[in-house]
């Protein structure tokens, strides 16, 4: 467990993961917030390098038509 903090903390500090985003709400409002996410961020990438390696052209673009956005 501790390496998986020592990489979330790591991540966190060189700024993976932080998205800036401007939403329009439903009462005509704009709001700003900033998230960050750096562990999920990285879980996300490795994932999808396990997939390009395990996965061939055409269940890719199965799994990205299956996939919701």
Partial sequence: MPEQCFHMQVAGDNGIGRIDIVESRFVGMKSRGVYETPGG???????RAIESICLDRGEMHLKDEL???
């Fill in 67 to 69: 996939m919701p956005k």
């Fill in 41 to 47: 961020t990285v879980l996300m990438a490795a994932h």
